[in-house]
């Protein structure tokens, strides 16, 4: 595969078929595809069922083996082996024959979508359930039902992985991702699939400035439990940290601003976003709904923003059966990967320039600027001119990008250019 984005796809297809949950067999099979992907080592954390973390406690682990409906011909209704959408999450055993109407007490289905398979849970209250869609739900005869669920709710382990990739300093870039829903394919599939192939960009650069750090959690309890942990560190390195889900669909860019919108996070993104996909949405943190919710919470407030393409929650697709591979693309991924490596190597360049030539510098002699002057030929050299003016040591970067209405990509070559000629001083 010779693209990004068709690597990325093809990855989110092998993940796409596990049955995952917020802990369990299918989290551990997924951090261990993910760990074969990369080319940097993963630290896998277990943290036990019970351990209190914050105002939460880690849930018992849930294994789940087999789960169907079937009717008194012994023919399935339903059948978690065809569609893992079928049982509800976190679902308790069950081996009882009922007949319709207590069976209809225990099937969930989306209404106003009459046929799609929704995605439930029950992670906190223990009981059993099953998923179809409306359609087929309203089709079922009168008569005898078996429920079957062969599952387990034991005490065993909340599981994540965790990847560290040093730069010449001790500043951090966060990335944190989910792996705690079964067969979807943005909501799930395409987060781990951006923050793998990121992961092997990022190793192959050459003197990265910044440590970058990559978490694989379940949502909600993962981030809550990694925060209860890590807390400390991360309020003391991180720079800018981002949620990264839905990202593999075809669809405008999100993002999901800090609490404020005053961190660098998101001063980056909406940078990078504005030159990319002028038509991008910005969400304030009133309609937050991933993990950024954690980052910023009272007592935590990190620097942390989402990224998605199609928001969570805001795609007709979400949380249904029809979220699968047919959903996303080669060139919705390689879209999200080009966004967030600009990202990345604006943070990389962004310090506070300041020329160290006093007045205007003559470009000419160093190759910077045409010996012949012509109509036209000053329009070429406005950007390296205005970056100039502004680069007096009071703007950063993105700063200057913003004022100059030039792309931070472009800024970064002319500060190259203007380095290897000894005209510029930089400060953090």
Request: aromatic share 12%; proline share 4%.
């Amino acid at each position: 595969m010779n693209t990004d984005g068709e690597r990325m796809y093809k990855f989110a297809g092998d993940l796409f078929p596990i049955c995952r949950s917020i802990t369990g067999e299918g989290v551990v099979k997924t951090l261990s595809m993910i760990s074969d992907y990369i080319s940097a080592k993963m630290t896998i954390h277990q943290v036990p069922s019970g351990t209190q973390v914050f105002d939460w406690t880690v849930p018992k682990e849930w294994k789940i083996r087999q789960a169907y409906i079937e009717d008194e011909q012994k023919s399935k209704i339903i059948d978690f082996q065809k569609n893992n959408l079928h049982v509800m999450g976190y679902s308790a055993p069950v081996d009882k024959w009922v007949d319709l109407d207590e069976l209809k007490k225990y099937i969930y289905t989306q209404k106003d979508q009459p046929d799609v398979i929704p995605y439930v849970t029950s992670y906190y209250k223990e009981r059993f359930g099953f998923c179809m869609s409306e359609n087929q739900k309203n089709s079922l005869k009168e008569g005898r039902y078996h429920m079957y669920v062969d599952s387990e709710l034991f005490d065993g382990n909340l599981t994540y992985g965790e990847v560290v990739l040093p730069g010449q300093t001790q500043e951090e870039i966060f990335f944190s991702t989910y792996t705690c829903h079964p067969s979807m394919a943005n909501n799930e599939c395409s987060g781990p699939a951006l923050a793998a192939e990121l992961i092997n960009w990022i190793d192959k650069r050459k003197d990265n400035r910044y440590t970058y750090r990559f978490i694989f959690i379940p949502e909600t309890i993962g981030s809550i439990t990694y925060l209860s942990r890590n807390l400390e560190h991360l309020k003391k390195h991180m720079k800018a940290g981002f949620v990264l889900t839905c990202v593999g669909d075809d669809r405008e860019y999100s993002i999901v601003e800090s609490k404020y919108a005053d961190t660098l996070a998101d001063k980056v993104l909406e940078n990078v976003l504005s030159y990319h996909a002028p038509q991008y949405k910005r969400y304030s943190f009133l309609n937050r709904s991933s993990d950024e919710r954690q980052y910023n919470a009272v007592g935590v407030g990190l620097p942390v923003v989402a990224f998605s393409r199609s928001k969570c929650g805001e795609y007709p697709e979400y949380h249904t059966s029809l979220d699968d591979m047919t959903l996303v693309s080669e060139s919705g991924f390689q879209g999200a990967f080009d966004v967030m490596t600009q990202v990345i190597e604006a943070l990389e360049y962004n310090y506070n320039y300041k020329i160290n030539i006093v007045c205007e510098p003559q470009l000419g002699k160093r190759g910077l600027y045409p010996t012949i002057s012509q109509k036209g030929s000053y329009d070429e050299v406005m950007a390296i001119k205005d970056f100039i003016a502004y680069a007096d040591g009071r703007n950063d970067l993105i700063d200057i990008s913003n004022i100059i209405k030039v792309p931070v990509k472009r800024l970064c070559t002319i500060v190259d250019q203007l380095n290897a000629n000894g005209m510029l001083e930089q400060k953090r």
